[in-house]
Structures are given as C-alpha cells and as structure tokens.
C-alpha cells in the first residue's frame, strides 16, 4: 500500500518541486492542495500523473481542508501553504496572519486524522535583524516583529504544542533564499535573472550592501527528503540554507556578468521594513547529517538556472 502524502501550497515553487521529488520516488500517493493565490497548476505534474491529484483548497477554510483530509486519511503532511513574497507580504498584512488559521487546522486535522508527522516550512525571517552570525537554531533569538516571520513563529509554536499536548510528530524547516526553476518574480534571484536577461535596470534597494545566502531548490529537496525519510528532524527545527554570506549588489553584478547583460544597477530608496542587513545560517546539521556534502556553489546554480532556462514570471 503506498504512502499516502498531503502537500499544501503545492503549486508553489518549493512545494511542486517537492511534489515531483515525491512522485519520482514511487511509493507514494500525493495529494496537493492549493488556492493557486500564489501558486501555478503549470507548476505541478498532469492531472493524468499515477499516485497524484491536485485540488484547489484554501487550507485557510476549515470545511475545505477538513473534507480533503478526512477522506484521505493522510500518513504525513508538509504545511508550505502560506502567503509570500517581502512586497506582497507588507502590503497584505492582514491576509498573512490570515494563514495562522491554516496552522491551527492543519495540526487539529492531522492530530484527528492519525498523521505520523507533519512538516512545516518555516522561514529565516523569524530571527529578524541577527544578534549573531551564523544564525543557530537553538541560541539565536527570533526577534522579527513582521507579520510574515511573527506567523512562521506561531506556526512553530503550535507544532511544538501539538506534541506535547497530543504527541503529533513534527519537523521543521527554517528555508533561507532558496532558488531554482519555476520561482516567481518576488524573490531576488529569479527578478535580478529575468531583468539581466532582458538587458533592463536591476533595482536594488539602498545600497546593496545587504547580505544573503542562497540554496539552490535541488539541495533544499534532497535535505528535507532525506530529514523524512531517515527519520530525522524529528520534533526539532533545522536551518535550510546557503551558508555563503554575498552582497545584494555583488549578487547583481555576478548575475551581469554571467548572462553577459546589458543591465544597469539603479539604486532605490530601501525598504521600511523587513530588508534584514545580515542573513547566514548555521547550517552545520544541513551539510553533515541530511546532505552529508557541501551544498551546490552559487554560480553553479546560476549556471543551472541559464541551462534550464525556466522562470515564472506570471504571478
């Protein structure tokens, strides 16, 4: 009998190559649940596809996401449904802390439905502004008073509540800039490559002395996957990134050079909240217990991205 898995926000960009990393695997049925808010359904695999169906559900809506789980019976759920995006995110504040609401059903229905674990992706912006770099699961503290970071934050909470109260097994991930194919245009890698290959102006806000890491989507995939199916992570958190600290302004510069553009950097005024000035994960247990090698350099991903040539620039 096979696996049965539930992904929310599965036509997203982490969540559908998740789906495909699933499918590939055979011995598992997944069920992808979406609103398509934000999410594409040219992201996900052909309805036609063996041990896969996708159904448009606002996990937000306690009766939608109830019926889909109550008939299903699911052995593990990865929770990725969640409104993003730093412009989107500010500008929607309200419709952010909307998505507590999918938190709390999704651990209620899973805690009643016999789910073995639940997977949550969580962000890096919970630590805000860092008090140190890297930034430790366990010693760095979550200072971010966005709303964005203040629901992964209470998402993290009510997992870890979940099992004390219930037992419900959990993991979570904390995702740094993660990129690859099929990411839409609100994160910085796939707007500065799209704009570089259309020889346009690169904005980058204030000086571009900001710092980022970057994880390509295909060793964020491989880590989370192996955290499941070698049973680790369990009742624990796990940063999910690049642990190479570069400038904004650098990142543009490379990705100039490497599709050898006729862009420009133009300067914007900054952002009024939520540009943190420092981003790097320890990602120590990322490395040696879930990949057990170094993750994929920068340019060389950039290189993959030229080669695939794939981007959503749609939503």
Same mark, same amino acid.
């Given at each position: 009998?096979? /696996? @049965? ?13 998740? &789906? ?6 055979? $011995?598992?049925?997944?069920?992808? /649940? ?12 052909? *309805? ?29 759920? +990865? ?15 309200? @419709? ?7 938190? *709390? ?10 789910? @073995? ?27 971010? *008073? ?55 102006? !690169?904005? !980058? ?8 890491? +970057? ?19 369990? $009742? ?6 690049? $642990?190479?600290?570069?400038? /904004? ?5 490379? /990705?100039?050079? @490497? ?8 300067? &914007? ?19 040696? #217990? ?12 950039? #290189?993959?991205?030229?080669? &695939? ?7």
């Amino acid at each position: 009998m096979k /696996i @049965k898995i539930l992904v929310t926000g599965g036509a997203g960009f982490i969540g559908s190559a998740l &789906v495909s990393a699933l499918l590939a695997k055979q $011995n598992y049925y997944v069920v992808v /649940i979406d609103d398509l808010s934000t999410g594409d359904i040219l992201k996900l695999p052909p *309805r036609d596809t063996q041990n896969f169906k996708f159904i448009r559900c606002d996990v937000n809506d306690y009766q939608s996401i109830a019926a889909v789980m109550h008939s299903y019976k699911f052995d593990y759920v +990865f929770h990725y449904a969640a409104m993003v995006g730093v412009i989107r995110t500010q500008q929607h504040p309200l @419709k952010v802390l909307h998505d507590i609401d999918g938190i *709390r059903n999704v651990c209620s229905l899973s805690k009643n439905t016999g789910v @073995k674990r639940l997977f949550f992706a969580s962000s890096s912006e919970i630590y805000g502004e860092p008090f140190e770099i890297p930034q430790h699961v366990y010693t760095t503290p979550l200072n971010s *008073r966005v709303p964005y970071a203040i629901v992964k934050n209470v998402g993290e909470a009510y997992l870890r509540s979940y099992y004390q109260e219930f037992g419900l097994e959990y993991s979570i991930f904390r995702f740094f800039n993660t990129y690859g194919p099929k990411q839409s245009m609100d994160f910085v890698m796939s707007k500065f490559m799209i704009k570089a290959l259309k020889n346009e102006n !690169i904005e !980058i806000y204030g000086d571009g002395s900001q710092t980022r890491t +970057f994880c390509y989507i295909n060793d964020n995939i491989e880590a989370c996957l192996n955290a499941f199916e070698q049973n680790l992570v369990v $009742n624990d958190v796990v940063n999910i990134g690049g $642990n190479k600290e570069i400038t /904004i302004k650098n990142l543009a510069e490379i /990705i100039i050079q @490497k599709t050898n553009s006729k862009s420009k950097i133009v300067r &914007v005024p900054p952002l009024k909240d939520g540009d943190m000035h420092r981003r790097c994960p320890d990602n120590t247990y990322m490395k040696e #217990q879930l990949l057990k090698r170094e993750l994929i350099p920068l340019e060389e991903g950039i #290189q993959k991205l030229l080669h &695939v040539g794939l981007f959503d620039n749609t939503k």
